[in-house]
């Protein structure tokens, strides 16, 4: 079974602060990993992907993630915020030969000036 | 290059009424999945089509279906409505439906039930 865990529903963070958000998974198999975010009112934009290729992960928006397979890990960071980094972040996994996405419940990131 | 298209953008329907929700995929791309995401939560898988057949199909009621057109896009209907059924209705298009293929989301369409 595939699941994804993400650590502090809401985190606020100073502009220009170290962005972290926490993502764990549960994964029968090898998994996929993903990060999208969420802008107000819209559909999800992909951040990045973890595809077994790389355990470091850079994306958009100077945004990065790092795959711990023995911390069952994907955190999300960034080293200084902007102001046009708030948003909500989903996390999500797919770990069969299914297409379908598991996703976490979302981290709300408040950026303050 | 246009992306996944939604419509309509938002509905609004009473208890016991029944919607239709469309998506077109971006272009080239033969698989569509639905996702229904409530306020305060993370989306929930539906379903997902490849060339025209239905590849996976979420925990939902039978009052849920979809399909898939010869051109790649698709429907998802909901007969019966419910206020639980107030949601944002993502679709996501990828080019197969394959284990390693990226998810591209639509806008979504909002559907609030009274």
């Known amino acids: 079974a595939q699941s994804v865990t993400q650590l502090g529903s809401h985190v606020s963070v100073s502009e220009g602060a170290l962005v972290l958000l926490r993502c764990n998974y549960s994964?029968?198999?090898?998994?996929?990993l993903f990060w999208y975010v969420q802008y107000p009112n819209q559909g999800l934009q992909l951040l990045l992907k973890?595809?077994?290729?790389?355990?470091l992960v850079k994306g958009i928006n100077g945004f990065e993630a790092e795959f711990k397979k023995s911390e069952t890990s994907f955190h999300l960071t960034k080293p200084s915020a902007h102001m046009s980094d708030a948003a909500e972040y989903f996390c999500a996994v797919r770990g069969s030969t299914l297409g379908r996405l598991y996703f976490g419940r979302g981290t709300q990131l408040t950026v303050w000036p | 290059d246009a992306g996944v298209t939604q419509s309509p953008t938002h509905l609004i329907k009473t208890r016991g009424q029944q919607v239709t929700l469309r998506c077109s995929p971006i272009?080239?791309?033969?698989?569509v999945s639905w996702y229904q995401q409530v306020l305060g939560q993370g989306p929930q898988f539906i379903f997902q089509y490849y060339e025209k057949e239905e590849r996976g199909r979420g925990n939902f009621p039978d009052r849920f279906s979809a399909r898939q057109f010869p051109n790649y896009s698709s429907e998802l209907n909901v007969n019966a409505l419910l206020l639980g059924d107030s949601a944002l209705y993502l679709c996501?298009?990828?080019?197969?439906?394959?284990?390693?293929?990226?998810?591209?989301f639509g806008p979504g369409t909002r559907l609030l039930v009274l």
């Open positions: 994964s029968s198999v090898p998994p996929y």
């Open positions: 973890y595809t077994s290729a790389a355990t």
């Open positions: 272009s080239g791309h033969k698989s």
């Open positions: 996501a298009s990828s080019l197969t439906a394959v284990y390693q293929e990226t998810q591209y």
